[in-house]
């Protein structure tokens, strides 16, 4: 709002001139939805711990995470109203892309709610069937694919990371192709929800790696001196990263160490969404499994180890899977793990910058 009501104030007051730069308004988005998080969080955790939404915590997970049992955990709902009102305040509401974003974080946070309510608050222990939440995400990310497909402006070619002249055009199977970007990263970002503040971490250094992404293929004299695909309108999308990164950042200040809060399947299946979408829109699609590294690893660690495990009748590769609690099995303390793994993610999003010139 704060856009479309001050920047056409311009004329009369020159200063307002800079609303129009998507520069300062992903700065104070990022403040915003920060701020958003760091104030209300506290009065959030009082509250779920009045409704007595704690975590239930399986029996069969590491002996280390049984005093996180009754941990103030749906924080998730926090993050969204976050990143959608600080868009609301900043971003071009008149931009298509901004809206596809806001539908897939309402959407997935949909069905993570839905998840949390029946596992946290019906006591159902299983929540959602993990069909019926598949089924659900990948219903919404067809809806997406069909959204961003019927966009005459939109693109259908996939880019590959080093190869300039490799974009194959999928026409209408980039529908699908674009549903298992958006839920393959939610659910590997769920997965990696496993420690205190190990998933925020990464989700936060990716949204900053796709703020650049998002403002230099929505840059038409960059994208061309890059050589990368440009965006009719994408640019825009870097506020949207922007909140996310804000309100993980502010999040991050009660889910770090020994966390006062978890996110929830309400927080960690948007997150992974709104990345996944991020990057379609921005034509960064392959370019994720790098950026996302980490969240890859984590799924491919539960892929292996189910895999093995039924192939071998009950033999594990890991001590266990997700990989964050093979290393806890090891005898690593929780903190170690968490800052390795968000070094290395910080590893991996230079890397993928890096490829923006390695073409
Ligand atoms: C998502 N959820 C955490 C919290 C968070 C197929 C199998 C790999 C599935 C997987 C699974 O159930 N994943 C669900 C991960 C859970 O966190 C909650 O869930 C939300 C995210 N969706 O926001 O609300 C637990 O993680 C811990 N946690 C923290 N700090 C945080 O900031 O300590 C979370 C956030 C919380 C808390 O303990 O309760 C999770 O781990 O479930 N299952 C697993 O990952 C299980 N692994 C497993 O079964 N491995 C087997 C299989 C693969 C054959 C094996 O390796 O032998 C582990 N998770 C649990 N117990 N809870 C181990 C068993």
């Keep these: 709002m704060i856009y479309h009501f001050l920047y056409p104030l311009h004329t009369e007051i020159s200063a307002f001139n800079v609303f129009r730069y998507i520069t300062f308004r992903t700065i104070y988005v990022s403040l915003t939805a920060f701020l958003i998080c760091f104030l209300f969080?506290?009065?959030?955790?009082?509250?779920?711990?009045?409704?007595?939404?704690?975590?239930?915590?399986?029996?069969?997970?590491?002996?280390s995470h049984f005093d996180k049992a009754g941990t103030p955990t749906m924080g998730g709902i926090l993050i969204i109203f976050s990143i959608l009102l600080s868009t609301l305040l900043w971003a071009d509401l008149a931009n298509h892309y901004i809206w596809i974003a806001i539908f897939v974080a309402v959407g997935y946070s949909a069905i993570g709610f839905t998840d949390d309510f029946l596992m946290q608050i019906k006591k159902q222990s299983k929540g959602l069937s993990a069909r019926n939440k598949f089924l659900l995400q990948y219903f919404l990310g067809l809806l997406t694919g069909t959204l961003l497909y019927s966009n005459p402006d939109f693109s259908t070619i996939v880019t590959i990371p080093f190869f300039k002249d490799l974009s194959p055009d999928l026409g209408i199977l980039y529908i699908p192709f674009a549903a298992f970007v958006i839920v393959g990263t939610s659910n590997a970002?769920?997965?990696t929800d496993g420690l205190d503040g190990l998933a925020a971490g990464p989700v936060l250094?990716?949204?900053?790696?796709?703020?650049?992404?998002?403002?230099?293929?929505?840059?038409?004299?960059?994208?061309?001196?890059?050589?990368?695909?440009?965006?009719?309108?994408?640019?825009?999308?870097?506020?949207?990263?922007?909140?996310?990164?804000?309100?993980?950042?502010?999040?991050?200040w009660f889910n770090t160490y020994p966390a006062q809060i978890f996110m929830g399947d309400v927080g960690s299946l948007p997150m992974g969404a709104i990345l996944g979408t991020v990057a379609v829109i921005t034509k960064q699609e392959i370019l994720l499994m790098i950026v996302g590294g980490l969240f890859v690893i984590e799924a491919l660690s539960v892929i292996f180890q189910v895999g093995y495990f039924k192939m071998t009748s009950g033999r594990r590769i890991f001590k266990m899977a997700p990989l964050h609690h093979h290393f806890e099995l090891k005898g690593w303390p929780e903190p170690k793990v968490i800052v390795r793994f968000w070094i290395i993610s910080i590893a991996l999003a230079l890397i993928s910058m890096s490829t923006l010139k390695l073409r």
């Design 41 to 63: 969080g506290p009065w959030v955790i009082r509250k779920l711990s009045s409704l007595q939404i704690g975590q239930f915590i399986r029996k069969e997970g590491p002996e």
């Design 189 to 191: 970002v769920n997965l």
């Design 205 to 252: 250094i990716a949204s900053v790696t796709y703020m650049i992404f998002a403002y230099v293929s929505g840059h038409a004299r960059i994208a061309e001196y890059l050589q990368i695909t440009y965006v009719t309108g994408g640019g825009e999308i870097t506020i949207f990263c922007g909140a996310l990164a804000g309100a993980t950042l502010g999040f991050l």
